[in-house]
């Protein structure tokens, strides 16, 4: 454990550190990550809207902070001397539920912002 005060510098590197080992040892972390720079493409492609980027921003930027913090419990709860405890079952379940909560309102902003230009596409509507 560091004593003392972090510059910024450390501050930033211990950030993109945990990045980095919810990445390397998250399988559905690096999922999140994947849908994410497709939405981005997709974003690109489609020319959507200042707002609409937005919209998807906050909801890719949900998704991701909610793996992190959702991994940071996991690893916190596996922890060397942790036992099975019920309250501990319940943080873990929780802190799931606080990811699929996120996913599901991105996949709604999704739908929202990408569905009637997808059907516009393939001719079943127009987006405009």
Known sequence: MRHGRR???RKFADAFR?????????SSFAVHVTVAVVVVAAAAWFRVTAGEWCLLALATGGVLGAEVFNTAIESLAR?????RHPRLRDALDMASAAVLV???????????????????????????
Do not use: E, H, K, M
């Open 102 to 128: 996120a996913a599901t309102t991105a996949v709604v902003v999704g739908v929202v912002v990408f569905g009637p230009r997808l059907l516009a596409l393939v001719g079943l509507g127009d987006w405009n």
């Open 79 to 83: 922890g060397p001397g942790s036992r």
């Open 18 to 26: 945990g990045c980095s080992r919810a990445f390397r040892s998250q």
């Open 7 to 9: 510059t910024w510098q």
